[in-house]
């Protein structure tokens, strides 16, 4: 099944779609002049509107920070991961034979990038409507169900930060590998003491691990 009978797109623009689908590598290496790295910057865009449209009208006596809270568990890789799988993008990814030996890390980060991508090209061809129909069907159901993708753990330290007038800071203690595939290694300090240390392909998720293990050495929150 192709991607246009699969999720029942007219369009007359199907190279529009290919651009989406296509990574750099493949880009490279077929000496293309596109990726899919432009409408993965408009879908992000896009879904960020359209999600906080959603939780606005649902949750009408929610503030600002609550909201932005709740988006940001339904709009982060994991979850742009899940729905990306559960929607069987990554069959249609173009990547380089050349580039097979991608990293665990580089493979996901590509398939939560497909979604934003491919809704680009939706919005750009189809228009808005369009573009909400098919996020209200790859998401709302999740966002109703209060399906946990991320737990903000640093948010949750801040908190307990704040209300005993203690000081959070974070601190770099390694980082290690290629430039596109580098791990951190960050640790979470209360008052300047080390209560935690977490590792993560990025600052901020080593600081959420850091943050998540001094809530379990502090026996706070969520075990």
Known sequence: MDLFEKFGIETDNKHLYEIAFTHASYSTYNDLDYTYERLEFLGDSVLGVIVSEYLYKKYPNYE???LTK?????????ALIYYSHKLGLQEFLKVSVEESNLTKNEVLSITADLFESFLGAIFIDKGMDYAKEFVANAIFKYIDQKRVFFEDYKS?????GDANELKITYEVLK???VPHDKTFI???LIDGKEMGVGR???KKEAEQ???KGAM???RIGRK
């Open 64 to 66: 600002e920070g609550e």
């Open 70 to 78: 709740i988006r940001s568990n339904f709009v982060c890789q994991n």
């Open 156 to 160: 949750s330290i801040k908190e307990y």
């Open 175 to 177: 980082e290690y590998g």
């Open 186 to 188: 960050m640790a979470c």
């Open 200 to 202: 993560g392909k990025n």
């Open 209 to 211: 691990a850091a943050a």
């Open 216 to 218: 379990r050495k502090l």
